[in-house]
């Protein structure tokens, strides 16, 4: 009998997109993010994506000092994969985005795939008063900014983490060019398999959240990259559990959290992380999937392990 496949479930716990003011249940202090992704891990997350927060105003901060606050109390406490943004947020700079993972030495990082406009300023239109005066001009400066990930920038990541750290990446792919730019780094054998490639769905100035566009996206991956690779799905907001349902039902792994949507379902806000990971393991359990551990995704993607960190 052939072995049941392992669904890897990814949770990003806060990111950089949303703010305080879009959800009370959002965490920022790094007591927040510890609790939050604890309790994710423990409702079936085997990798934890994460930013961390200026803890008085909930402003993305690139502080390796912060992260420290979180990161060992997480090791200590669960199994799961730490994996930390390289991404930040479109404000700041490369070496800022680098500080934190060069300073933990985690098992793995984001890696985003290709400069792009990153479209948030939509979103004020949906509230009319703010906790903190930086959240609209965060949002309204993403109207005339470039999210920067050029050639460079990917290949000094990939050398200064991957080769220096033995770090692996989450290649967050937003577009069908992205998959095309992670080739080009197999071909040149800075990226090495197996890869583990996030498609993402649904963010302004990357491909829409279409179902036939995560058709697309699989057939090109599949092109590209055969039986190289580790496919993993996140849509933002509404679409992201439609998506990361048909991704899952073709084959895919799932990313959910606070990070890429604030709702458990129409008009209702997810209280924390851990009820969107809930959700989808019930959701997975139903499709007759099995969801990975830790030590699963560790082996399905080839990591260094929670032992060669630096937290």
Same mark, same amino acid.
């Given at each position: 009998m052939a072995e049941a496949r392992k669904v890897i479930i990814t949770c990003a716990v806060t990111g950089s997109i949303h703010t305080p003011t879009m959800s009370p249940h959002l +965490?920022? @202090?790094? *007591?927040?993010?510890?609790? *939050?992704? $604890? %309790? #994710? %891990?423990?409702?079936? #997350?085997? $990798?934890?994506?994460?930013? %961390?927060? &200026? +803890?008085? @105003?909930?402003?993305? @901060? =690139? &502080? =390796? #000092?912060?992260?420290? *606050?979180?990161? +060992?109390r997480i090791k200590q406490a669960t199994d799961a994969v730490v994996n930390i943004t390289t991404g930040g947020s479109h404000v700041m700079t490369l070496q800022e985005r680098l500080a934190a993972p060069l300073r933990a030495s985690p098992e793995m990082t984001s890696l985003n795939m290709g400069s792009m406009n990153f479209g948030l300023y939509p979103m004020l239109d949906k509230y009319k008063t703010w906790k903190h005066d930086w959240e609209p001009k965060h949002l309204e400066g993403s109207r005339d900014a470039i999210f920067k990930n050029t050639f460079k920038d990917i290949e000094n990541i990939m050398k200064e983490l991957g080769e220096g750290h033995g770090v692996k990446f989450e290649y967050e792919c937003y577009d069908v060019g992205h998959l095309y730019t992670l080739a080009h780094f197999v071909d040149r054998k800075l990226a090495k398999p197996p890869l583990f490639v996030q498609t993402i769905f649904g963010i302004l100035g990357g491909i829409g959240a279409d179902p036939e566009n995560l058709m697309h996206m699989r057939r090109i991956a599949d092109k590209l990259f055969g039986r190289d690779y580790h496919w993993s799905i996140l849509a933002a907001g509404r679409h992201q559990l439609p998506f990361v349902t048909q991704g899952a039902i073709m084959g895919g792994n799932v990313r959910v959290g606070l990070e890429d949507s604030l709702w458990l379902g129409k008009g209702a806000l997810a209280k924390s992380n851990a009820e969107q990971v809930a959700r989808v393991v019930q959701i997975l359990k139903g499709l007759s999937l099995d969801v990975a551990k830790p030590a699963e995704a560790r082996k399905m993607l080839g990591l260094k392990g929670g032992d060669r960190v630096k937290f």
């Open positions: +965490p920022v @202090t790094p *007591q927040e993010v510890a609790e *939050q992704s $604890i %309790a #994710a %891990a423990e409702a079936g #997350a085997s $990798i934890l994506h994460l930013h %961390a927060r &200026d +803890p008085a @105003t909930g402003r993305p @901060t =690139p &502080d =390796p #000092a912060v992260f420290m *606050q979180f990161l +060992p």
